[in-house]
């Protein structure tokens, strides 16, 4: 009577697929890497995530600002000193 070896199941893990509502988001927005299978469920708000272009991270947005939202929080920063920088120098340039 020895005892009974525990079979383990390996699973292979499935790569999300985008949802049809997903994949019309990404029409409608280009330029906005949406992460497969992050569209929340009607009740409330609805958010997705997207994955930032520059660096990788994600980023939970609603809906509604989908199409002001391109980077995460911290390359937006750092777009935006870049912008302000860029807006100096070309003020000093006219300026002289």
Do not use: F, N
Not at 27 to 47: C, E, F, M, V
Request: aromatic share 2%; proline share 9%.
């Amino acid at each position: 009577m020895g005892r009974k070896k525990k079979v383990v199941e390996q699973t292979v893990p499935v790569e999300p697929q985008h949802t049809q509502e997903e994949l019309a988001l990404m029409a409608r927005h280009p330029g906005r890497a949406i992460q497969p299978g992050s569209l929340t469920p009607p009740p409330g708000k609805r958010s997705v995530v997207i994955l930032c272009p520059s660096c990788g991270q994600t980023r939970q947005v609603y809906l509604a600002d989908l199409h002001q939202v391109k980077l995460c929080p911290s390359c937006t920063v750092k777009a935006r000193k870049e912008a302000a920088r860029a807006r100096r120098q070309a003020r000093k340039e006219t300026q002289q």
